[in-house]
């Protein structure tokens, strides 16, 4: 078993600048890939971003591709997802999640879930 725990959410600006965290427990996740998804409201969740956890290859989402950052830090277990030129659209509740065995922007591949944080992006 794999517990995930995001953190960092809030409400902001846009064009403001956040950073989410997501803080993994239990089994170790070196040879899972970890990523973020993100619901807004009435909306189905969506892929954001991924990255192997033993080499850092990443996939994004077209619509956060030059905006946002993936990464992790393996000694704190810890991955983050670095938000840079907020819009309103990316208004959500985000969600780190966890799958082994490759990157993938299919959640219904993914194993492991956190609970989520609200990202309120205002005009």
């Known amino acids: 078993q794999v517990q995930l725990v995001e953190s960092g959410g809030k409400n902001v600006q846009a064009g403001d600048s956040l950073r989410l965290s997501c803080t993994a427990s239990g089994r170790t996740v070196s040879n899972y890939s970890v990523g973020w998804f993100r619901q807004g409201l009435g909306k189905e969740r969506e892929f954001v971003a991924t990255i192997a956890w033993n080499y850092g290859g990443t996939m994004y989402a077209d619509s956060v591709k030059g905006r946002f950052t993936i990464s992790r830090d393996k000694p704190k277990n810890t991955m983050y997802l670095q938000m840079n030129s907020l819009r309103p659209e990316d208004t959500a509740v985000y969600y780190c999640?966890?799958?082994?065995?490759?990157?993938?922007?299919?959640?219904?591949?993914?194993?492991?879930w956190g609970q989520g944080t609200q990202v309120t992006v205002s005009s």
């Open positions: 999640a966890a799958k082994d065995l490759g990157l993938s922007t299919d959640p219904r591949r993914y194993t492991y």
